[in-house]
């Protein structure tokens, strides 16, 4: 026996699926008691288990950052090379391990964090390096990279329309953001000539985000895309 819904399998005890939750009726077929294929409750130790995996992921991390630590120390006295392994596990850290401890974690917090954290690795990176680019490229090329991801992650959140104009407009600061890339490289090292070959980027990327949006504000296309793509 099988879901009129969801095409699932069903003993024939079953009284609804377990899936989709459909009434299970079938005239020729009487239902008894037999063992359910599927249980009905999660088990009560799933958050243990979770936190008990989280526990570990943290201590993997940790592994890699005390090891090289304690191999610099010995070597030099002191935190040189190992602080970039440190940076570069704490990254991974905050963006793909620190949001799972939360039950419900909100990237609009997460998102801008990971940039942050980004950001202090570039800094130190040119303070052991003695470079002279983090003010006049890194910085501002992650803290607008940042703003752009964040701002598209929480409209996309927070609203339940125009994601046409999301899209579109993230696309046009793309280009836009492609164009600054290649001004903070000319101003940041001075044998670099300003070729402007970011115009062309800019210039797909603005019809494209131009595009959606047209989409976006004419009802009657967006109706026909939905009906033939999906979407």
Known sequence: MYCVKCGVELRDSEKCCPLCGTPVFHPDVKQTKSVKPYSEFYPNDHKYNVRAFMIALTLICA???????????????????????????????????????????????????????????????????????????????????????????????????????????????????????????????????????SIYPFVVCLVIGALLIIVGANKPMKESLKRKFFI
């Open 63 to 197: 592994l890699p950052v005390l090891i090289t630590m304690m191999i610099d120390i010995q070597i030099n006295a002191m935190i040189t090379w190992s602080g970039f392994v440190i940076g570069g596990v704490a990254i991974l850290y905050v963006a793909l391990i620190l949001p799972w401890w939360f039950s419900r974690p909100n990237p609009v917090i997460f998102v801008p964090s990971t940039f942050a954290a980004v950001v202090l690795y570039l800094w130190y990176i040119e303070y052991m390096t003695g470079g002279h680019w983090f003010l006049t490229f890194a910085f501002p090329i992650t803290a607008i990279a940042g703003l752009i991801v964040t701002a598209v992650v929480t409209l996309s959140k927070y609203l339940r329309r125009g994601y046409l104009f999301i899209y579109g407009g993230a696309i046009i600061a793309v280009g836009i953001y492609i164009m600054l890339i290649e001004f903070f490289v000319y101003i940041t090292y001075d044998s670099v000539k300003f070729v402007m070959w």
